[in-house]
């Protein structure tokens, strides 16, 4: 294993910890990111360019609606007088 091989490793163990964890919006994201890193990986005939880019920006679509949810939930909790 190479050094270069680690974030394939951590970006699956994440999904498979989220999944764990009952963790659906994080288990796709981390899988995106996971699916985006393999594809980079491989040759550039092997997997077309806009189906390895479809994963990189679906997953970055997820991390923004979800980072955005809880802005608007914790912005809703706020109590000011």
Do not use: H
């Not at 077309?48 to 809703?76: C, H, S």
């Amino acid at each position: 294993m190479d050094w270069n091989d680690w974030p394939v490793v951590l970006w699956i163990a994440a999904t498979f910890m989220s999944l764990l964890r009952r963790r659906w919006m994080d288990a796709t994201w981390s899988a995106c990111f996971a699916a985006f890193v393999v594809f980079d990986r491989l040759l550039p005939t092997a997997i077309p360019a806009p189906l390895k880019y479809m994963f990189l920006i679906v997953g970055v679509a997820l991390v923004v609606t979800e980072v955005l949810k809880d802005y608007a939930r914790d912005k809703k909790s706020l109590v000011t007088k």
